[in-house]
């Protein structure tokens, strides 16, 4: 009776597996038969695409070729970034700013509209008051420092100058003296540097005035300037 019983137990093990198997076996076939039909129907899909565009194209003709020259466009230059500037510092920062300031200084640069009276004698910046010029004469300001251009070249003269009043201004010095001599060395003996000087002094920023020194100053050799930091308050 056992051995029946065991028997039939593997009989109905093996009838379940077998219809899993059997079971299996039809969803693979479902799939492969829906994959098939999908297929079809993109085949008909795609020949009825073909169909379309044929009858719309019937008639078109295909251009002849062309012998018209077609000139390339150049190809953009790309520029590489600059690179970065290194910051300056204070002792390189002033003395780019005083060669900036030389190379600005033309000895062309006309100065006689700018003169009061005779141009030898005086120059007062446009807005500056007559007043200042009055008391510049009187030597209101007291002299700060000096500047003696004698025996230079009109280069090293316009250097040298220009060195000079970049500190001047840098330290807030109000007036300062100017020696260019009277130019009796020169050629004819003309007073050469003596106007490039003038010139020099007009487009030089802090500059609000200038005139000739008194005797005891140098006289016609020489020039008291009057800086920008005359105009301040007094402390």
Known sequence: MAGSLKDFAELKALAQQLKGKGE??????????????????????RVAEASIFRTTMKGVNKLPESNRYVPQLPKPVITPPAPPKRKLTASEQKDDDAAVLRESLSDLFGVEHYMEEEPSLNYLA????????KRLRKNYWPVQDELDLHGLRRDDARETLASFLHKAVQRNQRCVCVIHGRGFGSRGGEPVLKSMVHSWLVQTDGVIAFCQAQAAEGGEGALIVLLRAALRPER
């Open 24 to 45: 299996e076996r039809a969803r693979q076939e479902a799939e492969r038969a829906k994959a098939e039909a999908e297929r079809v129907e993109r085949e008909k899909q």
């Open 126 to 133: 446009p807005g500056v008051g007559s007043d200042v010029m």
